[in-house]
């Protein structure tokens, strides 16, 4: 049976192909900077790569919405919409940091069902369609099987943010029992969740052209992909992004949620009590009897 969404990933790759073309001319040789009131960059290539993209998307998908960071809002209704980050970790990039990527979406009805996000400067790419698998540099990738929070490999981002949301505390609690800690956020963390590299990355921020793409990468790779409570919607401006198998525990050490999806959306891991299960020795791990 035909993927429904085929086309929409091939044209998703092209759009891809064309938005490595302009980000990686304007990454060797520099690119404008500016400061918007937020206080966030936007270069000469952000504009450039949307306005490219979204000239493609007018001229092959007349029918369909756009939404993205710079000029086309961030409105996502019913129907079909793609959703496109024209450079994200736009720092890194006007630093010269090979740590940047174009995120490409389309959602239907507001649930993301194709997906790429590509890093030229680090030649990777990732992408994936509802229904269809995951994919990285043209292989299968699927989430890591590990089920106990004192063997994850664990990324986090923007420890002010949590602050503000009043979850450094738990944060901080849930980053000590891991295994190891990584301390980035983004695309990167979650693609390396994806890739069964990473087990857990949290962001506590992002907007709908951050986070549409990974997710549906995420989903089909296994994992799980949530905000902080649980909720499966990429507008929502928080990621928590687990193999699956850890997920509930991670939302119930963050905000006490527990109604979280299993891997791929499905069931839950039966016996697992989200604050419950194993735990290291009390000893270790003065949360244990909680």
């Not at 890093?119 to 229904?131: D, I, K």
């Not at 990468?217 to 499966?232: K, L, N, P, S």
């Not at 990429?234 to 963050?254: F, I, K, Q, Y």
Request: aromatic share 6%; charged share 25%.
């Amino acid at each position: 049976m035909v993927n429904p969404y085929e086309q929409d990933l091939s044209l998703a790759l092209e759009l891809a192909d064309q938005a490595d073309r302009i980000t990686a001319a304007h990454f060797a040789a520099g690119s404008a900077v500016t400061v918007k009131p937020d206080r966030s960059l936007v270069t000469a290539a952000d504009l450039e790569t949307e306005r490219t993209l979204a000239a493609v998307l007018a001229d092959r998908r007349p029918h369909d919405a756009i939404a993205a960071e710079e000029l086309h809002g961030d409105q996502v209704g019913a129907g079909r919409c793609w959703v496109i980050d024209p450079i994200d970790h736009t720092n890194n990039f006007a630093r010269g940091l090979s740590y940047y990527g174009t995120l490409i979406a389309l959602l239907e009805d507001g649930q993301p069902v194709v997906g790429v996000v590509s890093a030229p400067s680090l030649r990777r790419r990732w992408w994936a369609l509802r229904g269809g698998g995951a994919f990285a540099d043209g292989r299968g990738i699927r989430v890591s099987a590990v089920d106990e929070l004192s063997e994850a490999h664990l990324s986090f981002a923007e420890l002010e943010v949590w602050n503000r949301r009043g979850l450094l505390g738990p944060l901080v609690e849930l980053v000590s029992e891991a295994r190891w800690t990584f301390g980035s956020g983004g695309f990167l963390a979650q693609m390396a969740v994806a890739e069964g590299k990473l087990d857990v990355a949290l962001d506590p921020t992002g907007h709908v052209w951050d986070l549409a793409a990974s997710q549906v990468i995420v989903q089909e790779a296994g994992g799980v992909f949530t905000d902080v409570h649980g909720r499966v919607d990429a507008t929502r401006g928080t990621a928590v992004v687990t193999n699956g198998l850890l997920h509930e525990e991670v939302l119930s050490r963050l905000t006490g949620d527990r109604d979280a999806p299993g891997p791929a959306g499905g069931d839950r891991r039966p016996g697992r009590t989200g604050a419950g299960g194993h735990r290291r020795p009390p000893v270790q791990n003065p949360r244990a009897s909680r």
